[in-house]
């Protein structure tokens, strides 16, 4: 027992603290990240060096996480622009030097690592606006509306031109997500919705065909069973067959006859489905509803303005992360190409949540200081 | 200051109130969104659970057919005709191969692949099925199998298989008994059962191999299994084993056959052997043979060419598919309706001059001997072949009364022998010409007929079979190839029955007129066969025998025939048919050899040898039978 200020503590309270993490966020990813492990290790067909992999990636995440909630609070809405202006300096280096990878440009190679830097807008496109909005008077105006756009518009145009739908997807839900929370008045919600609309068809004209393809797909899959709709067709018969208890652990057959494509990546949900059936996608569903309830009721307490956008964007990104990566593999929305978050095999993705997470911790032990 | 605070804190209350509220609107909307993925998986998972369940099974779950190995083909002394030999052959699964295009280049660098092949492979892969391995080449040799192995982690979808492949090891000669088997075509798939040959690749094609397909095959077995996205077999999950087809012995005699094929050799032509009392086919010859095995994996188009453009003809059965006009040697047949019918008697007899004329016509039909043959009763009619003798009987039976007692004897009909490619023959008669020509019978075709010109056609196999008739005093055995079938699965062994047919009723005497007289056809001094046998008989038997000699191109009634002057294949065709030992016989034979000539100095001598070798080989003949 160590005691602080009076009061009584035990050892993993004292170390929480002094690492500045929040116990039951923490609890809540831990277990969602053995989960994704535990299906990794089946949609791999029981492969050790996948396993490895990842977990060598989950270390990488872990240490984000550690090093983002050590980093004071003012520190970070500090460096907000700057990172933002270095993330759009370098989609725009992505657009003239990028590397093309799976016949899409989004790659940085920096000579050591490559990376993507629409990555970094995950984070640095709801810290800018929160930022932002945060200097502003609440709620926001119609000029600070329209500063906001050209905020949000700019990245998520560069990177959908890559094409990559599904970052884009997240970026822009991160940055609307803040004005949002920020208190926009609903009418312009109401009339973002009406533009919405009214872009879809022009949209539908700037697409790239594939993506018309994955949109038409998801209506009628049937229509090509072998090409385009071969995704979503055997992910449904791997949801389906899995029933309400599952075919159990490693015994999927879609996914261990490799039926399943892409099915350590963004259909790997399929693959728990079908081994753990819906029993156990209710119980996914519940952890993801705690760490996104968590994650709010951190943002909720927070007594600064940018601290609460920050973390209640980022917390409402990671519910469109799981709700859209869950729609897409039920064949409720088009396939864009965003992986289920914390189980999902892939490096990049992960380490940006867990930094994301890292924000969180900081919030929340900010908001502990502030209260003592 | 302090009330700017104040309102900064107002101003800060005011705002986290506000944020709440939309937390609490966005976990509203949040519970919706899960709430609808929840009630959409609960539909898939719960719901259509079953649905998906079928789905899945379908894509995991394979039946595989599980061919049956084909029964193997022996002749009646277990001599093997036709095995199935392990080969490697070269087979790509196109869905793990990628670029076919690409595939085949790099593969041309280690297996020689002909245009052909390649252009079959294509062919294949357009009918195939998932994921089934398609033939790209058969027949590798042990360095090319090494080579691919060696190769193969770069060859992905390319697999080295070893699967039975028909052979004939006796090739050439019983390529017109055993025929073939070849790869299924379409044209097979509409005959056969396609249930039963799901896992086939080869069906009989001609031959035995054709006639007792449904008996060689056996019945395709099934086997469960489970398969992933690319096809690979996972595992078995059960088997229905298939059922081997049943082996084949056949009545041929593999020494008597190609001691008969030697006889023939030189000629182009058939040679049948018949045992008369069981219809047991001892030696079925058509010469020139051809090789099978090229055929079982597809002869190359050069090959086929140049078989089908040879002037021997060496495809074509001439045993069973040649139509023959039978020449002298159905007189015989033609004097015992003559008997029957009362028209003559074996003591009527007759000045056989160089000529005959129907009563009223100015048109001589000729004696193939000049001057004719003098005096003749029926017997030495018979033994000399006195053309005019039968003009004369022949007239005076009538087509109406001739054609009936050659009918009987199975001219103009098969004689149903167990192998495909059999022709009837044509047996010419009143109504047939009608129906064929749309014209009346005229006298003088009744006058040819009876020498066994004209319209008359008939197979190697049917004179066979009258020999075989003529031998058993009119008793009719079917001929047959199949003597018995083993089960492979059991190995009993079933003989086959011995098929009986209308038999030809006629006197004993009338039997025994024809009977010596045919012995006198090769025994006696004028008989026609006598240079070539009866003038060095064999020991310890006698045969009794008919030479023919079938004209192939008509003569102007001025003219002589004149072998040298002749293009060859305008030479006529020699037959004979004998059986022997004349008083107990063992076996019948017919010889043809197209353009051979005389009857008796070609074909005679050539079913000499085969009886000879026949009887030799049954301890019938003593060793010093070749003396002189």
Not at chain 1, 299 to 309: G, I, K, P, W
Not at chain 2, 173 to 191: K, M, Q, S, T
Not at chain 2, 296 to 301: C, K, L
Request: include cysteine; glycine fraction near 10%; hydrophobic fraction near 45%.
């Amino acid at each position: 027992m160590i005691s602080v200020t009076g009061r009584e503590l035990t050892t993993s309270q004292w170390l929480l603290r002094s690492l500045r993490l929040d116990g039951t966020l923490l609890v809540l990813i831990a277990v969602l990240l053995m989960l994704g492990l535990a299906v990794l290790f089946s949609a791999s067909g029981e492969s050790v060096e996948a396993l490895q992999r990842q977990i060598s990636r989950i270390a990488l995440g872990v240490l984000a996480l550690l090093v983002v909630a050590r980093i004071p609070i003012s520190t970070l809405r500090a460096l907000s622009p700057w990172l933002f202006l270095a993330g759009l300096g370098l989609l725009f280096a992505v657009v003239l030097f990028g590397d093309v990878g799976k016949g899409a440009r989004r790659w940085l190679d920096l000579g050591v690592i490559r990376f993507q830097p629409s990555e970094i807008m995950k984070l640095a496109m709801p810290l800018m606006v929160a930022w932002y909005l945060s200097l502003r008077n609440a709620p926001p105006r119609f000029l600070d509306l329209l500063v906001v756009s050209v905020l949000i518009v700019v990245p998520v145009l560069l990177i959908m031109r890559q094409p990559d739908l599904g970052t884009a997807l997240l970026v822009g839900a991160a940055g609307l997500l803040v004005i949002f929370l920020a208190g926009l008045n609903w009418r312009w919600f109401l009339g973002l919705g009406l533009a919405i609309a009214a872009v879809i068809p022009l949209l539908w004209t700037q697409m790239h065909d594939y993506q018309r393809q994955r949109i038409l797909t998801l209506l009628n899959p049937e229509s090509d069973p072998l090409g385009a709709g071969y995704h979503i067709i055997q992910s449904k018969i791997a949801i389906g067959s899995g029933g309400l208890y599952g075919k159990g652990w490693l015994n999927g057959t879609q996914s261990q006859l490799q039926f399943l494509p892409e099915r350590s990546t963004d259909f790997v949900f399929a693959v728990y489905a079908e081994e753990f059936g819906f029993l156990g996608v209710v119980l996914l569903m519940v952890l993801y509803f705690l760490i996104v309830g968590r994650g709010l009721w951190i943002a909720a307490m927070a007594q600064e303005r940018f601290c609460r956008l920050i973390a209640g964007s980022i917390s409402l990104t990671f519910a469109v992360y799981m709700v859209v990566n869950m729609g897409m593999v039920t064949g409720l929305l088009p396939v864009v190409g965003i992986p289920l978050p914390l189980i999902s095999y892939g490096g990049t993705s992960l380490v940006t949540l867990m930094a994301g997470f890292g924000i969180l911790m900081a919030v929340h032990s900010r908001q502990r200081l502030v209260n003592r | 200051m302090l009330i700017d605070r104040q309102d900064s804190y107002d101003e800060e209350g005011r705002d986290q109130r506000r944020f709440s509220v939309r937390v609490l609107v966005a976990m509203l909307i949040l519970s919706l969104l899960l709430l609808a993925l929840g009630v959409r998986l609960f539909t898939l998972q719960v719901g259509a659970h079953e649905h998906f369940t079928t789905l899945s099974e379908n894509n995991r779950l394979r039946i595989e057919p599980m061919p049956p190995t084909r029964g193997l083909i022996f002749d009646r002394n277990g001599v093997l005709l036709a095995e199935n030999r392990p080969a490697y052959q070269l087979e790509v699964t196109v869905e793990q191969a990628g670029d076919l295009d690409e595939l085949l280049a790099r593969l041309s660098g280690l297996v020689e692949l002909s245009s052909l092949e390649i252009e079959r492979f294509r062919a294949s892969v357009r009918q195939r099925r998932p994921f089934q391995p398609v033939l790209l080449k058969a027949n590798l040799d042990d360095e090319t199998v090494a080579r691919i192995a060696v190769a193969r982690p770069e060859l992905p979808g390319v697999e080295i298989e070893a699967r039975p492949v028909r052979h004939y090891p006796l090739g050439e000669d019983f390529a017109h008994v055993v025929g073939y088997v070849g790869r299924i075509n379409e044209r097979d798939l509409l005959r056969l059962d396609a249930r039963n040959y799901a896992g086939t690749s080869h069906t009989g094609k001609t031959g035995v191999e054709r006639y007792y397909e449904d008996i060689l095959h056996g019945t395709t077995g099934h086997r469960q299994v489970e398969v992933n996205a690319q096809g690979r077999v996972i595992r078995e999950l059960s088997v229905n084993p298939p059922e081997p087809g049943q082996d084949l012995t056949l009545s041929i005699d593999v020494g008597l056959q190609r001691a008969a094929r030697q006889a023939l050799a030189p000629h182009d032509g058939a040679v049948v052997v018949i045992d008369p009392a069981t219809g047991e086919v001892l030696a079925l010859v058509s010469n020139p043979g051809f090789d099978p095995n090229p055929f079982v994996n597809g002869i190359s188009h050069r090959a086929f060419a140049a078989l089908q453009s040879n002037p021997h003809k060496p495809l074509f059965n001439r045993a069973l598919s040649g139509q023959y006009p039978p020449g002298s040697t159905l007189k015989p047949v033609v004097a015992l309706a003559g008997l029957e019918e009362g028209v003559t008697t074996a003591e009527h007899r007759m000045f056989a001059t160089g000529y005959f004329q129907l009563p009223g016509h100015e048109r001589r039909y000729r004696d193939w001997k000049r001057g004719g043959h003098g005096w003749v009763d029926l017997s030495r009619a018979i033994a000399v072949s006195a053309d005019v003798y039968f003009y004369d009987l022949g007239h005076k039976l009538g087509i109406d009364r001739m054609a009936p007692m050659l009918g009987a004897f199975g001219i103009g009909s098969r004689v149903g022998i167990d192998a495909t490619g059999e022709r009837p023959g044509i047996l010419p008669s009143r109504e047939w010409k009608r129906s064929v020509q749309n014209l009346p019978w005229f006298p003088g075709e009744t006058v040819i007929t009876a020498i066994g010109q004209g319209y008359m056609l008939t197979t190697p196999l049917q004179l066979a079979d009258v020999a075989s008739t003529l031998a058993n005093r009119g008793l009719r055995v079917q001929p047959r190839l199949l003597r018995a079938l083993r089960d492979g699965s059991n190995g009993e062994t079933v003989m086959q029955p011995v098929r009986h047919l209308a038999p030809v009723n006629a006197g004993d005497a009338h039997w025994d007129a024809i009977h010596e007289a045919m012995i006198e056809s090769v025994h006696a001094r004028h008989g026609t066969a006598w240079g070539s046998i009866g003038s060095n008989p064999p020991a310890g038997y006698r045969i009794a025998g008919k030479t023919g000699t079938a004209q192939v191109f008509s003569l102007a009634p001025d003219q002589e025939y004149d072998e040298a002057e002749l293009d060859r294949l305008l030479w006529d065709h020699a037959l004979f048919l004998a059986y022997a030992p004349a008083e107990d016989p063992e076996i019948a034979v017919a010889v043809l050899a197209e353009h051979g000539g005389s009857g008796g100095r070609v074909a005679a001598p050539i079913a000499r040898e085969v009886i000879d070798f026949h009887l030799a080989s049954r301890g019938r003949m003593a060793a010093s039978g070749e003396a002189p």
